[in-house]
C-alpha cells in the first residue's frame, strides 16, 4: 500500500515546474494549473505544509478543478484521513465521471471507514473500468479479497 501511495507522491523535477513567483516576474498572472504546479513542487520540497496550505486554498476557489481535488485527494489518503479521501474523490467523480481511479481511491477509504458494502462496490466499479493500471488493478484486488 504505501508503495502506491509513493507512486503517487509530487516528484521535484529540477526546474521543470515554474513557480508563481517566477510567472510574476514576467508579468503574466499565473494559471489555476500553474499555481497548482507550484504548489506541489513546494509539497516536494522543504515546504510541504505551505505546499499543501496553498493547494487547499486552490481548491476552495476553483472547486471544479479536477487537479487540485485529485493531489488533495491523494495527499489525505497519504496522512490517513480517511473521511477527507472521500470528500475529494466524490467531487473528482462529479468533475470527471469517467476518471476510473476515484473509484479506487473511494474503495480504499470506505474500506478503512469500515464501510465494506460501500468499499466493494467501488472496487468492483474499479475493477469493471481500469484496464491498464495493473498496480492499483492489483492493489484493489487484493482489498476486495479482504471483505467479507
Do not use: C
Not at 508503495?3 to 521535484?12: G, K, M, Q, S, T
Not at 470527471?96 to 481511491?105: G, M, P, Q, T
Request: charged residues 25%; proline residues 4%.
Amino acid at each position: 500500500m504505501l508503495i502506491v501511495l509513493l507512486f503517487f507522491a509530487p516528484r521535484h523535477s529540477g526546474g521543470m515546474l515554474t513557480s508563481a513567483e517566477e510567472m510574476s516576474e514576467n508579468n503574466e498572472p499565473p494559471s489555476v494549473e500553474n499555481q497548482i504546479d507550484s504548489a506541489l513542487a513546494m509539497i516536494g520540497s522543504e515546504a510541504p505544509m505551505q505546499g499543501i496550505l496553498f493547494l487547499r486554498q486552490i481548491a476552495e476557489e476553483n472547486p471544479s478543478n479536477f487537479r487540485a481535488q485529485l493531489n488533495l485527494g491523494r495527499f489525505s489518503a497519504q496522512t490517513g484521513q480517511w473521511e477527507k479521501v472521500v470528500e475529494r474523490f466524490e467531487k473528482v467523480q462529479s468533475i470527471d465521471a469517467e476518471f476510473a481511479e476515484s473509484n479506487y481511491w473511494l474503495g480504499l477509504a470506505k474500506f478503512n471507514l469500515a464501510r465494506s458494502a460501500e468499499a466493494k462496490a467501488h472496487f468492483e466499479a474499479f475493477l469493471d473500468s481500469e484496464k491498464d493500471n495493473e498496480e492499483l488493478r492489483n492493489e484493489a484486488q487484493i482489498m476486495l479479497n479482504q471483505i467479507p
